[in-house]
């Protein structure tokens, strides 16, 4: 159905990585074959990280589930900058030749006198290993591609699930970096949950109490005066337990979540 164009799937930042965890060396080929299969199934197709939903992104066709924030961090510009300064410690040079070297046009004559330069990054490249060794990052350095293009081919190491599986195989060791996020959302869930109920519990303990002196005769009968102002108190704790369960409400009062999440993902997450 999906190559018949009858049906989009996306993948997302939390697929990419369920479908990784686990993956000690042994499991490599099956892991890329899962990895393999996603592409083949979503192609560019995929789901904004949750973060980005309150940016007014919405389903992709460029490939963009990781978050975009991170973008900045991988722009070609800043990764230039980032190896100039780090091969320039490499060389121990001082803090002048430092500031020398890292000019573009010092940069440039320097990655122009070695074919073998700008090969390799001095550091791991959580994109992976190939923008260097393709010659991809070499050819942006002396302008042979634009700086769009060098972009386009960075996010495509970010995003390419196979890509970011072999990085993962390559540099095993690393922890999966799902299970911390989804470890820490998960606590604060629990706890949030948890609050809302003794909350809950609390409110239905006082209506019962008011509920309870409200029905009683005889002796222990309300005045008038004392029986309206309990019942608009037993109003005011009806209601307030009912914005504790509303969704419109938890987004109307907390502005963040809208932000975060957009107004319509913020009353589904709610």
């Not at 490499?90 to 573009?104: I, P, Y």
């Not at 914005?243 to 993902?265: F, M």
Request: glycine fraction near 6%.
């Amino acid at each position: 159905m999906a190559e018949r164009g009858k049906i989009q799937i996306g993948l997302s930042y939390h697929v990419v990585f369920e479908l990784l965890q686990k993956a000690a060396p042994e499991y490599r080929e099956d892991r890329l074959a899962r990895a393999r299969l996603l592409v083949e199934l979503c192609g560019k197709h995929a789901f904004p990280y949750p973060t980005d939903l309150g940016q007014g992104y919405k389903f992709s066709t460029e490939g963009l589930w990781i978050p975009r924030i991170e973008l900045e961090d991988f722009e070609v510009e800043n990764i230039v900058a980032h190896y100039a300064d780090a091969m320039a410690r490499q060389l121990n040079l001082s803090r002048q030749q430092r500031r020398a070297f890292c000019k573009r046009r010092n940069f440039v004559n320097w990655a122009r006198a070695d074919e073998r330069r700008l090969r390799d990054f001095p550091w791991t490249a959580p994109f992976g290993p190939k923008f260097a060794e393709s010659g991809e990052f070499r050819r942006y350095v002396l302008g042979e591609i634009t700086r769009a293009e060098a972009n386009a081919r960075v996010r495509c190491y970010l995003t390419d699930p196979v890509s970011i599986y072999n990085t993962w195989f390559d540099r095993y060791g690393l922890e999966n970096p799902i299970v911390d996020r989804r470890d820490q959302m998960a606590s604060k869930l629990t706890l949030m949950l948890s609050e809302l109920k003794g909350m809950l519990a609390e409110n239905g303990a006082l209506r019962a109490e008011l509920r309870s002196a409200l029905t009683a005769t005889g002796d222990r009968a309300l005045s008038a005066p004392a029986r309206e102002k309990l019942t608009g108190l037993d109003r005011e704790v009806k209601t307030f337990a009912r914005e504790l369960q509303s969704p419109e409400e938890l987004t109307k009062n907390s502005p963040g979540w809208a932000k975060l999440y957009g107004e319509r993902s913020g009353l589904i997450a709610a």
